[in-house]
């Protein structure tokens, strides 16, 4: 039992402190670590433009679908066709800002990332 003496002394307090002082070192070693092999988290999606195209569907879904249906196919009639759509990204995302026709401002209610994502998530709907 040569190998126990460097342990000597480490029961009672002494060796709860030395447990948790181990545990601690573990742990803050283990989560300083990162590995190439992390999976993206699919939460933080970004979509080659840099936004967060889960956030853009779920805002879609929220604010656009009730007029432009869930694939961009109109509901209402005077709803655009999201599918056959020729408008830039910048050009959406002026539209979905400060509104156009009977197509209220959005600016107030989402930041300016949101409504970018949203233009650039409504692209997949072409056609």
Known sequence: MGSMRHFEGLTGPKGLVFLGASCL???????????????????KDMGAAGVDLA??????TMKCSVCHGEDGAPVLASAPDLRTSTLSVEE?????????????????????ATIRGI?????KFRN
């Open 119 to 123: 233009a650039v998530y409504i692209e």
């Open 25 to 43: 070192v573990f742990l803050l070693v283990q989560c300083g670590s990162s590995s190439d092999e992390d999976p993206p988290h699919p939460a």
């Open 92 to 112: 959406c995302v002026a539209i979905i800002a400060y509104g156009k026709g009977t197509m209220p401002p959005h600016r107030d209610m989402l930041d300016m």
């Open 55 to 60: 956030n853009a569907s779920r805002q879609y």
